[in-house]
Nanobody, 112 residues
Framework: QVHIVESGGGLVQPGGSLRLSCAAS????????MSWYRQAPGKERELVAV????????NYADSVNGRFTISRDNAKNTVYLQMNSLKSEDTAVYYC?????WGKGTLVTVSS
């Protein structure tokens, strides 16, 4: 049975940092690219960052490039999203995706 569980969300002030984690099980994690998406209230879900399976190549949405860093630990079946210099517009539910599998999301709120 496949499980994808995000954690690390919460309330943070503008300019602050958070680190999200995504723990996966039930599929061959190391074979698949992993991605973080987010969905803000009233908006469509958007791709934030993606990391390839083996080489660890990364790509980012323009809105987060230079502030967010995606990484993975294939030994732990876990992918991370380090978020720095957070802005109010980063407020959203953040979802982890691998192959066809999705987690339930973790809420990030950036507010003073």
């Amino acid at each position: 049975q496949v499980h994808i569980v995000e954690s690390g969300g919460g309330l943070v002030q503008p300019g602050g940092s958070l680190r999200l984690s995504c723990a996966a099980s039930g599929f061959t994690f190391s074979r698949y690219a992993m991605s973080w998406y987010r969905q803000a209230p009233g908006k469509e879900r958007e791709l934030v960052a993606v990391i390839s399976s083996v080489r660890g190549s990364t790509n980012y949405a323009d809105s987060v490039n230079g502030r967010f860093t995606i990484s993975r630990d294939n030994a732990k079946n876990t992918v991370y999203l380090q978020m720095n210099s957070l802005k109010s517009e980063d407020t959203a539910v953040y979802y982890c995706n691998g192959y066809v599998y999705w987690g339930k999301g973790t809420l990030v709120t950036v507010s003073s």
